[in-house]
């Protein structure tokens, strides 16, 4: 793929309709630019894909967090989340995505997810940010 409007079209041959500004903002945010090879060909790079990613992944949790959980209490190196009714899977998903330092896992039932974390000290800290977010 050499340019913006081939990967629009092959989106569209997809189902998925978007406007070339669009494909460009999208790409500049995950991190992935065009840079001319040594050969001169042009080519499409990750340049900080990490960094991004997790950084959306942080922020998938975050609002998350906002509009499904209820309630965290600490229990040495677990987190126990209580959520809306049905919610605890996707949240759950969310956390293990995220890679959030610190977490070790999370298990998760209808409305209550045990997140696991590699100390009471990470478990502590995390716990006060989530704090935060359900406060408000």
Do not use: H
């Amino acid at each position: 793929m050499n340019n913006q409007e081939q990967l629009q079209q092959l989106l569209a041959e997809n189902g998925i309709e978007t406007t070339q500004a669009t494909v460009s903002r999208d790409l500049r945010e995950l991190g992935i630019v065009r840079t001319k090879q040594p050969n001169g060909v042009l080519r499409y790079q990750i340049t900080r894909p990490e960094a991004n990613t997790m950084s959306r992944m942080r922020q998938a949790v975050e609002t998350g967090l906002r509009e499904y959980a209820l309630q965290v209490t600490v229990a040495e190196f677990i987190l126990v989340v209580r959520t809306i009714e049905n919610s605890a899977n996707a949240l759950a998903a969310l956390i293990d995505d995220a890679q959030l330092p610190g977490v070790v896992g999370s298990l998760a039932g209808f409305d209550t997810i045990f997140v696991t974390c590699q100390n009471a000290q990470a478990a502590q800290e995390l716990a006060a940010e989530w704090q935060v977010l359900l406060v408000g």
